[in-house]
């Protein structure tokens, strides 16, 4: 359903125009963190954070920070103790004994608990009580200090320790731990404000044994030893404000390269990889040249870091001034495959750099800009580095990834806008998760999230010219440098941080160009656009007919209204149409420039400028047409299926200059498998100045014209006898030339064809014996002894296309699969993947290309049933140890063999891994793996389906997964794969049959037990947003009177209900909300201090204790702390201090002021306010509530 | 003339037998002897007729001090030189005939064709040799091929049967043994370095590619025996040459890069 809400984006961009207004009643102006022991054999780390604030309000008394994991000892403010709370809601987010199994409900719980700690919306995990004595100082807007002693013991998430386990001293065995995580998840290492919107500058102490090195933000001031001289201290000051998200940390015995072309520059790898290390990151410094050119703005950072480790969490992952990337993609000179990845790597990091860490976001919503600007300055660089066809290549891949991925899911929304109580017109209906939070965004979700951003930067380009682009970039950037070097307290800061509205507005300042409609249709709605072309030609008129069809209903898809270019290729030449798609117009008439009679002898002209020659027999002699290109720039996200006779396909293929269209006619050729695209196929892969892709691309769909063609197929198997000419001896043509890979276009070429070969099936639909005679051949006479280059890769294609030739075993009465009855042409095959597997054993290939290839033709030999199907030998590939790449090639075997055998075994096993396994990319993998391959579907029935499995799964995402963003919602997205949006149909009716919906005010028929399809309206209904279920509270400062009536208890067991109203009630306390209520209504801010005032007994909160102890030395976490509090009787957090504070009275005072009614009005709500805090306070902990069977476990105690 | 010259290196032949004892006394002797001969041609040369043995001697002495071997090819190719007898040969060696390629060299003119003749022409000469390069490059390759293959599956099966193994197959084990699965403790190390063999190959490569700019013959034979050398492009986009412009590595010493800086003692604590 896209989305029909146009007034609260305009809202939004109003609020946008009066600046950056913090969520946050503070401003963070300097954070000092100082990490003065780490232990690797313990994996623990123990420090002290400091942060400076300055509060902006004057009744401040609580300050929320964010905090994960950490174990907090003590915390004073000003050197004074202060006593804090620690309550993470996200730690579990549905009590356990709740029987709902059902995704919407967990879904809107997690997006509940994750806003009730977004430091974005004023909230966080951590909340500090400033003590009493400093409440005059408060008020007078004076500066604070919170010092925070932690800890952190075998940290699950934020950081990663790698400590392999062999002899020697830590720095000898490689050991080394860095910073990770999903978009803000710093929180998860030390306290702070993990937002991007806080900027501080920042002081960082790090001391470490005295043969590491610690690599963090900023310039190393100095490295000092400590007085033992045993260890190291070092320290890093950065001046340019920060986000906590956007800092990073690397310790490790790293060998230490200084960038030789620019000093400023350090390289850092694991020990013995230096020589890679310095081939890997020669190139750096032209892509630094690169982006401080179009940017016409030098590098905003003193110094650049780059670190490269192992068991990395991402590729790549940018932090200011340092990069943290995968040591995997470090490479010597001989590797060809991976130096262009690599390269884009760095070049990724590097635009991030720019945008992303020195330009932060203002919020969520904003995410876009940044992922777009730096996608957009990386595809400039990808155009320049691999020039355009490239360039054009990656757009058109990236544009063919959105359209399938909006298709299928229902659309990607840039631009995603909350505004308050209009919670139905939530964007993402469609998605079984929630768009609010970066943390409760499917991966994959992101991902296209970040393409789909950066093809919106390049469609504003098209329409504003990269010229003003970049214009606007080097406004932004100066923009910041100029703000960044601005000393706190000035209001400055916020220009570092980027939002849509500024963004937009520079656009339109600097362009001078209305781009809106443009923006409302690709950032604030989601949706592609679907084409359907045909045309017809008339003779008569010299026209041509056009019919151009949308499809807008289904799922994904969203209407295009505008101009849209059509190219034409005539025999005259080629021209360019701009049409108005509108409303109701199919039909467009394009009239023609050339006569059907053509001129034989005449060149035709291309839109290039080139002229060629061209056999037109094939043509239409009626039609001067030659193809018609529908939107050939790609300034439209669009899917085109465009329908036009063969002959016009091939002259596409063989004449239009543009790769993307060239694909296309590859790709559509694929329908006419005829002689004369078998030629225009073969001419293509032949021709040398065709892109290598393309070629690429045209042996793959030779290999199906071939099969579609095989009864009238003639002369020898497709692209052999090409091969043969290209790379085999002249002399002895069943003989591959020794390798030489000089030319990278004919080795990609090389590489490919014998794989698109083994795709060919003769009558009986199996490989022809020639084609896998030729393919061991090649394998047998390959020498690369006088090749610069490795040749793992290609030996590596070389399995796979034995593997592609593997067909189905006939199989007689299911006997089983014994070496005796092995088909002879398998033995062959077999016999290469032994030999090839057991060589890598003792020369092992780069990355392990080959034992990748291996494993996957090996399950390929089992599938088909030749070999018996067992997962023993992937699960060993699969365990720690091994390079990462053959571990997940072997994981991808075991979840292929869950699903084909339907193991419960294996699938226990692969559970198993995902809680268990050290590496959080294997993890994350396996969910993913498991997600993309199923070992069963919502629709499908399964023995695996049981309610053993739901539980386990439920609790994985539950509460297994809580210190990993990116797990926990891979977990949501496997059990959606699996069990979809309602209740798992494998599980007992709930026993409670009635449920109250407090929305429609009446009991209905508990919504779980109806069958999904018929539940499918419910959740049409109810589903929109988290809060849909909670209706009558969304806005409690506009509720009516019937429903202040609700008893509050029918609703005890929704613990969404509650985080949500954790956060409804701490919103008050933050300025950003003011604008939701009249700004005299002061008092209603603070209902919990008013409350006290307004005579509720004043009682102690049942969820809190004081935690401030004298002497921080105390060994017991806060979190024991807090359980002893059980009294039940219900009262919000400081309501006594407040009371007795001058605070209160303060208050009061102002409340005088109010009219009458109005505070009769206030009156009631706070009321429900106590009632709600009432219930919410008891909820966490109330062991004893008659309703709930609930075990003692409280949510902050479950870690 | 040649009477003094006789009596002169008769004599020194007769001083010299007296007291022959050991090699080294021999050598010198007979060095002092040769050089008496060629005092006394040299005065014949000038004209003397006869000469006292002292001065002889003297002369003798002079030239011992004082011989500069670097004039004395010109010297001995002067015009109106003096032919020396030949010593009396006692045994002429028989050189053996069975081996003859080639023309045997004469003496240049100022070698006294006494001495001996050059060794024959096969001990020194190249002999060039050439393959039929189309049937034999197809046979080299196949052999080369299986032999290749030989030796992997030789020592695969060798390492399989050593140690333990994986089987895709229940009932036998050992038709495609595999080598058992073995984690690393730090895996990436094996999977990024490239190995020894490879590095050497690349070196190898690398100097063949030396050889082959250098020295263009070579390059014809290359490609006699290797028709894909001919194909060889130029450096693509991809490869670059990481060397620096020589400056820089001259100021290595002065970069001043953080890291780079040494370690500070710990101060004392401030209060």
């Known amino acids: 359903m896209p989305p029909t809400g146009l007034e609260p984006c305009k809202m939004n961009r109003k609020k946008g125009d009066k600046g950056f207004e913090s969520p946050r009643p503070y401003k963070l102006t300097h954070q000092v963190v100082c990490i003065n022991n780490i232990n690797f054999q313990r994996k623990s780390v123990v420090g002290f954070v400091e942060l400076t604030i300055f509060p902006t309000v004057a009744n401040l008394n609580r300050i929320k920070l964010n905090s994960k994991q950490c174990r907090i000892y003590r915390v004073r403010i000003n050197d004074l103790e202060a006593a804090f709370i620690y309550n993470d809601p996200t730690l579990e987010v549905c009590h356990s004994e709740s029987k709902q199994r059902n995704l919407n409900y967990f879904s809107n719980a997690y997006a509940a608990a994750v806003s009730a700690v977004d430091p974005d919306a004023g909230n966080g995990e951590l909340c500090i009580k400033v003590p009493s004595e400093l409440w005059r100082h408060v008020d007078e807007l004076k500066v604070l200090k919170i010092h925070i002693n932690f800890s952190l013991d075998q940290p699950k998430g934020g950081l990663h320790f790698v400590v392999p386990s062999v002899e020697g001293s830590m720095a000898e065995r490689g050991a080394h731990v860095f910073s990770c995580g999903y978009q803000n998840s710093t929180r998860f290492w030390f306290p702070c404000v993990d937002s991007y919107s806080e900027l501080c500058t920042w002081k960082l102490e790090f001391t470490v044994d005295a043969a590491m090195v610690a690599v963090s933000n900023g310039d190393l001031v100095e490295t000092v030893y400590t007085h033992d001289m045993r260890k190291k201290t070092f320290h890093y000051m950065l001046t340019i404000p920060t986000a906590a998200s956007n800092i990073s940390l690397a310790i490790g015995p790293f060998e230490i390269l200084v960038d030789p072309y620019m000093h400023e520059v350090t390289h850092f790898c694991l020990p013995q990889l230096l020589p890679l290390l310095k081939h890997t990151t020669s190139y750096l410094h032209e892509v630094f040249e690169f982006y401080e050119e179009i940017l016409t703005c030098r590098y905003p950072y003193s110094c650049f870091k780059t670190v490269f480790i192992d068991e990395a969490y991402v590729e790549v992952a940018a932090y200011a001034s340092m990069s943290i990337f995968s040591t995997n993609l470090l490479h010597s000179a001989m590797i060809i495959d991976e130096t262009p990845l690599t390269r884009r790597c760095l070049a990724q990091s590097l635009a991030q750099q720019f945008f992303g860490c020195f330009i932060s976001r203002m919020s969520w919503s904003d995410e876009w800009v940044l992922k777009g600007i730096s996608g957009y300055i990386y595809g400039l660089w990808m155009k320049k580095t691999f020039g355009v066809n490239e360039y054009r290549h990656w757009i058109k891949e990236e544009l063919d990834k959105i359209v399938a991925y909006e298709l299928k899911t229902g659309g990607v929304l840039l631009h995603p806008i909350f505004g308050g109580g209009k919670e139905k017109d939530n964007p993402a209906s469609h998605l079984h998760f929630s768009i609010k939070h970066p943390h409760t965004l499917s991966w994959e979700y992101y991902t296209m999230f970040q393409c789909k951003a950066h093809l919106v930067m390049r469609l504003i380009e098209n329409r504003i010219s990269m010229e003003f682009m970049l214009q606007v970039f080097n406004k932004l950037l100066s923009l910041a440098s100029t703000a960044s070097s601005q000393k706190f307290q000035s209001h400055m800061w916020s220009q570092m941080l980027v939002s849509t509205y500024g963004f937009l507005k520079s656009i339109s300042n600097v362009s001078g160009k209305d781009i809106q409609p443009l923006i409302k249709q690709w950032v604030d709605q989601s949706g592609v656009v679907k084409f359907y072309g045909s045309f017809a030609f008339n003779r008569k008129r010299n026209v041509l007919e056009l019919e151009i069809k949308q499809d807008y209903t289904s799922p994904g898809t969203q209407k295009y209204v505008g101009p849209l270019k059509v190219t034409v290729q005539e025999l005259d030449g080629s021209f360019n149409h701009t049409l108005q798609i509108e409303e109701n117009s199919l039909k467009h008439d394009i009239p023609c420039h050339s006569k059907s009679r053509r001129n034989k002898k005449k060149k035709i002209p291309l839109m290039n400028g080139e002229e060629v020659d061209m056999d037109l027999s094939a043509m239409d002699a009626d039609s001067p047409l030659l193809w018609i290109r529908i939107d050939p720039d790609m300034s439209v996200l669009r899917k085109v299926e465009f329908e036009q006779a063969d002959f016009m396909w091939q002259y596409q293929l063989r004449y239009e200059r543009d790769v993307v269209a060239q694909q296309e006619s590859i790709l559509a050729l694929e329908k006419f498998p005829t002689p004369a695209s078998r030629l225009a196929l ?231 891994m995902i809680q268990t396994d050290p590496v959080p990319y294997v993890r994350h993998k396996i969910l993913n793996m498991l997600t993309k391959n199923p070992p069963f579907t919502k629709n499908l029935e399964s023995p695996l389906c049981n309610e053993a499995l739901v539980d386990q799964l439920w609790k994985l995402m539950n509460s297994g997964t809580s210190h990993d963003w990116r797990l926990r919602c891979g977990a949501v997205d496997l059990y959606f794969t699996l069990f979809g949006l309602s209740r798992p149909s494998c599980l007992p009716l709930p026993e409670l049959g009635l449920v109250l919906n407090l929305k429609e005010k009446k009991a209905v028929l508990n919504p779980t037990i109806i069958p999904e399809t018929a539940a499918g309206n419910q959740e049409a209904a109810s589903n929109p947003s988290s809060h849909a279920q909670l209706g009558g509270f969304q806005n409690p400062f506009s509720c009516s009177q019937e429903e202040e009536e609700i008893d509050m208890d029918t609703v005890h067991d929704s613990q969404a209900f509650i985080s949500h109203h954790l956060n409804m009630l701490e919103r008050p306390s933050t300025p950003g909300l003011s604008k939701y209520r009249p700004a005299s209504s002061r008092s209603s801010l603070i209902p919990q201090h008013s409350s006290g005032s307004d005579g509720t007994p004043p009682t102690k909160p049942p969820w809190t204790v004081e935690l401030a102890r004298k002497g921080a030395g105390k060994e017991q976490s806060p979190l024991e702390m807090s359980v002893p509090a059980v009294p039940a009787a219900p009262l919000s957090l400081f309501a006594k201090e407040a009371a007795a504070s001058k605070h209160g009275e303060h208050r009061r005072r102002h409340e005088h002021k109010k009219k009458k009614k109005k505070h009769r009005h206030k009156h009631r709500h706070r009321h429900r306010h106590d009632a709600r805090e009432r219930e919410r306070d008891r909820e966490p902990f109330a062991f004893s509530s008659p309703a709930s069977g609930r075990s003692a476990r409280s949510p902050s105690l479950s870690d | 003339m040649a009477d003094t010259a006789a009596s002169a290196s008769g004599s020194g032949t007769r001083s010299g ?248 003692k710990p101060k004392i604590r401030r209060k």
């Open chain 2, 17 to 264: 037998s007296k007291h022959s004892t050991n090699p080294a006394d021999n050598y010198h002797l007979a060095r002092r002897r040769t050089l008496q001969v060629v005092v006394s041609s040299l005065l014949t040369e000038a004209g003397f007729e006869s000469a006292e043995k002292a001065s002889v001697e003297t002369l003798t002495e002079m030239l011992q001090s004082c011989f500069n071997v670097d004039t004395l090819p010109a010297y001995a190719k002067r015009s109106q030189r003096m032919v020396i007898t030949a010593p009396p040969v006692t045994n002429q060696p028989v050189t053996p005939k069975a081996l003859t390629a080639g023309q045997n060299r004469p003496h240049p003119p100022h070698i006294p064709s006494h001495f001996p003749e050059f060794p024959d022409p096969h001990t020194y000469i190249k002999t060039p040799t050439y393959r039929e390069p189309v049937s034999d490059y197809q046979v080299l390759r196949e052999k080369a091929a299986s032999q290749r293959r030989d030796v992997e599956r030789a020592l695969t099966r060798f390492m399989a049967k050593t140690g333990e193994t994986q089987s895709l197959f229940k009932d036998d084990v050992s038709t495609f043994p595999l080598i058992a699965a073995r984690p690393f403790t730090i895996p990436y190390l094996t999977a990024l370095l490239p190995s020894e063999l490879e590095m050497q190959q690349m070196e190898e490569t690398d100097s063949l590619e030396q050889d082959e700019q250098m020295d263009t013959e070579n390059l014809a034979l290359h490609v006699s025996t290797d028709d894909s050398g001919a194909e060889k492009e130029n450096a693509s986009v991809l490869q670059q040459n990481p060397a620096l412009p020589g400056s820089r590595n001259g100021e290595e010493s002065v970069i001043d890069n953080p890291y780079l800086r040494p370690v500070k």
């Open chain 1, 682 to 912: 073969t001419d293509t892969l032949e021709h040398e100045h065709c892109f290598y892709r393309v070629r690429m691309a045209a042996c793959f769909c030779l290999a199906k014209i071939a099969n579609s063609m095989v009864s009238t197929w003639t002369g020898p198997p497709a692209m052999k006898s090409l091969f043969t000419r290209m790379f085999c001896c002249k002399t002895c043509p069943n003989i591959v030339k020794t390798n030489n890979f000089m030319s990278f276009q004919s080795y990609f070429l090389q590489k490919t064809m014998p794989v698109a070969m083994a795709l060919l099936r003769d009558v009986h639909n199996l490989c022809p014996k020639e084609v896998l005679t030729f393919i061991l051949d090649l394998i047998k006479y390959n020498d690369n002894r006088k090749n610069k280059f490795s040749d793992n890769y290609y030996r590596a294609e070389m399995i796979d296309a034995l593997a592609n030739s593997v067909t189905p075993a006939v199989s007689v009465n299911n006997e089983v699969r014994t070496l005796d009855n092995l088909n002879p042409d398998v033995r062959l095959i077999l016999e290469e993947i032994t030999r090839f597997l057991n060589m890598e054993k003792l020369l092992p290939s780069y990355r392990h290309t080959i034992t990748v290839s291996c494993l996957k033709a090996i399950r390929v030999l089992q599938k088909n049933g030749h070999v018996p199907s067992d997962p023993a030998l992937f699960k060993s590939y699969a365990e720690y140890g091994h390079f990462v790449d053959i571990r997940i090639a072997a994981l991808e075997a075991v979840v292929d063999y869950t699903k084909v055998d339907r193991s419960y075994e294996e699938l226990q096993w692969l559970l198993n």
